[in-house]
């Protein structure tokens, strides 16, 4: 853990240094500065520094409404070491997971609510030639007022640069049941806006069905990999769903291989609107 007084002088400008979080990447705390809430971040000296300047360079040039305002970035000495550090804006939200480990099937129009935004991220991710990786409950907030974020740009794919990568690699960077089948099997030619659009049927498939099939009754991760590469799941039945057309969509973007996938964001978010428009449910 980080020494709280070496950590105030490292950054004076920010009042109210509260300690949030710790992960496997980061020291999360959250502060005031200039009379509004923003969150520090302070990356662990053992990361990949190229993954990390790569996922700072994609969110600070992305403009999405669905995504947290990096407002700095940079490196600083905190005691006798240096650390590479972002600040971002603040956004109040509960994990999704937690959404639906308290109700695990949602409502309907909640789940269309949650597709209409994660459809539109997805669009501003395909225009700056950016792929997520892993859109899943864990990395989506939802706020008070129902916004929804996305969060956690760290395995971040920027299409115009080399991967990071090894093409070698038998294995992509995923989180088992929501990765992509190609991004799992690291197949890097096949990885694009269609990656994010498995990821985002998942999450969309979990919250109508109760759970992640493929990740039920699991005990392990090769289970759930050869499961969910082997496997589409079956359609959904959906109260209100005429003519099965959204459940049709879901399987769409949940398919195995990209090609049986909407070729892009674009056209998957205006074939989820006719569905929505047919469906009278917002």
């Known amino acids: 853990m980080l020494d709280p007084s070496a950590l105030r002088a490292a950054f004076p400008e920010l009042n109210s240094l509260e300690f949030l979080a710790e992960s496997g990447q980061k020291y999360v705390f959250r502060a005031q500065k200039d009379g509004r809430s923003v969150v520090l971040k302070i990356v662990r000296a053992d990361q990949d520094q190229e993954r990390i300047d790569r996922e700072i360079h994609a969110v600070a040039k992305l403009s999405c409404n669905y995504v947290p305002v990096i407002l700095e970035s940079g490196q600083r000495p905190v005691g006798d070491k240096t650390w590479t550090f972002l ?94 089948p190609e991004q799992v099997r690291n197949l890097k030619p096949k990885i694009d806006a269609r990656a994010d659009l498995f990821s985002v049927g998942i999450v969309l498939y979990e919250a109508l069905h109760g759970s992640n099939p493929y990740l039920s009754g699991k005990g392990n991760v090769l289970e759930i990999v050869q499961d969910l590469c082997n496997r589409d799941l079956p359609r959904l039945t959906i109260p209100g769903d005429i003519g099965g057309k959204l459940s049709e969509f879901v399987a769409s973007l949940c398919a195995r291989f990209p090609s049986r996938r ?21």
């Open 262 to 282: 909407p070729p892009n964001a674009r056209e998957a978010l205006q074939w989820f609107r006719e569905i929505v428009g047919g469906l009278g449910t917002m």
């Open 87 to 180: 600040v971002e804006e603040f956004v109040e939200g509960e994990s999704y997971r937690a959404v639906l480990q308290r109700q695990p099937v949602q409502p309907l129009g909640d789940v269309l609510r949650l597709a209409t935004a994660l459809l539109s991220a997805c669009c501003d991710f395909e225009v700056q030639q950016m792929v997520h990786r892993d859109i899943k409950p864990e990395n989506l907030l939802i706020g008070p007022n129902g916004k929804i974020w996305i969060i956690d740009f760290g395995i971040v794919r920027l299409l115009q640069l080399t991967s990071a990568t090894l093409t070698q690699q038998r294995f992509g960077l995923f989180t088992p049941g929501y990765g992509a």
